[in-house]
């Protein structure tokens, strides 16, 4: 199964992430999650952030996911809606996970939660197409 692993610290200088170590949390989420790749963006909603998800989305594998850790999910859906829209990834396939106010090891129970939903779903059978 291939998730793509994105994450976002708000440019470094939001306190909801005061408590993450984000040097090491890619590669913390690389050991201990059965994930394709992890990249950090201080700004995914920005000029290099946007790029590389829009990279991620039209590189994806038909049943591929997207996860997304970084604000409110509400929140990334409206930032993220254009392009997910641009570049018809399948939204079911996108995952946004609030990853703000906790350190490391909440981080990862966050993100752990959703892979094991995402293989759930991928159990289930393969979501059409939004
Ligand atoms: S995607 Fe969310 S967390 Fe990241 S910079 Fe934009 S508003 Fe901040």
Redesign the pocket.
Known sequence: MEIKVLL????GL?DSFKDSDMNKLPFEVESDLDVTYTVLS?????QG?NAILEEAMKTSKPDGYLLVG??APK??EK?FKKLIRATRFNEKHFVPVDIRGTDNAGILDRLRGSVEGILKQAEAGPSPAA
Do not use: E, I, T, Y
């Open positions: 976002c610290n708000c440019k939001c201080p700004q995914l909603c920005g952030g970084a604000c929140a990334q930032l």
